[in-house]
């Protein structure tokens, strides 16, 4: 079982990016899929989720407004839209899927991880 980030990279403050997630392995679609990130220094921290049926999210109030998680159960994937970047967003962010299919106003507790992949947010 492997979920697979990609899309990071350097940006400058105001930009986007989109992050991919892929899984293998397994299929994820009865998963609640989301997003972590670690800043250097700093513990991880939830940021998004979806659940399985992709029409329910949970964010984190410092992303609210500027990201947008979504996900493609035919893809097994899951996708962070960010826009709108700030230098402290600038972390390792992770993929994640916990095996509840919806989960409310809570983060996730999952039970599969992703590999990291880094953005950069210049001012």
């Known amino acids: 079982v492997q979920l697979q980030a990609s899309g990071g990279g350097l940006v400058q403050a105001g930009g986007s990016l989109r992050l991919s997630c892929a899984a293998s392995?397994?299929?994820?679609?009865?998963?609640?899929l989301g997003w972590f990130r670690q800043a250097p220094g700093k513990e991880r921290e939830f940021v998004a989720h979806?659940?399985?049926?992709?029409?329910?999210?949970y964010y984190v109030d410092f992303v609210k407004g500027r990201f947008t998680v979504s996900r493609d159960n035919g893809k097994n994937t899951v996708y962070l839209q960010m826009n709108s970047l700030k230098p402290e967003d600038t972390a390792v962010y992770y993929c994640?899927?916990?095996?509840?299919?919806?989960?409310?106003?809570?983060?996730?507790?999952?039970?599969?991880w992703g590999q990291g992949t880094q953005v950069t947010v210049s001012s």
């Open positions: 994640a899927a916990d095996r509840r299919p919806l989960i409310t106003i809570a983060p996730m507790n999952p039970d599969y």
């Open positions: 392995g397994r299929t994820f679609s009865s998963f609640t």
């Open positions: 979806i659940n399985w049926r992709g029409d329910r999210t």
